[in-house]
């Protein structure tokens, strides 16, 4: 556990950037605590930044995923009522829709 305050080499540097900076209103002090500031609105910005993209991806996977389930579903619709209709002699015009979801299929 390590304490600048506790060094004595801190503790002369500090004495010395005092009597340096005597009589000026910009001290070393100010900058430092200035670069302190600005990297933590630098830190903050980017931990925002990175929070809206996780916000929009999530979003987006999960309109991705619930189309996705939505087209399987209505597949399976299609494909039930066009069994029914092959199955009472109907006309099989539902034939070209299982072709055009095939690829929603886990075989293929």
């Known amino acids: 556990n390590y ?4 060094s004595e080499v801190w ?3 500090v004495a010395q950037q005092h009597f340096s900076n ?10 430092r605590a200035l670069k302190r500031w600005g990297l933590t609105l630098v830190v903050g910005i980017l931990q925002a930044i990175i929070a809206v993209t996780c916000n929009v991806a999530s979003r987006k996977l ?6 996705h389930v ?7 619709t ?4 066009a069994m029914q209709a092959g199955a009472s002699g109907g006309s099989g ?11 929603y299929t886990a075989d293929g």
């Open 93 to 103: 015009s539902n034939a070209g829709a299982a072709e055009d979801y095939s690829y």
């Open 62 to 67: 999960g309109e991705v995923k619930y189309d």
């Open 11 to 13: 503790r002369a540097y």
């Open 70 to 76: 939505y087209d399987l579903l209505e597949f399976n």
């Open 22 to 31: 005597r009589g000026q209103w910009w001290t070393t002090g100010k900058l």
């Open 3 to 6: 304490e600048p305050d506790e």
């Open 78 to 81: 299609m494909s039930g009522s």
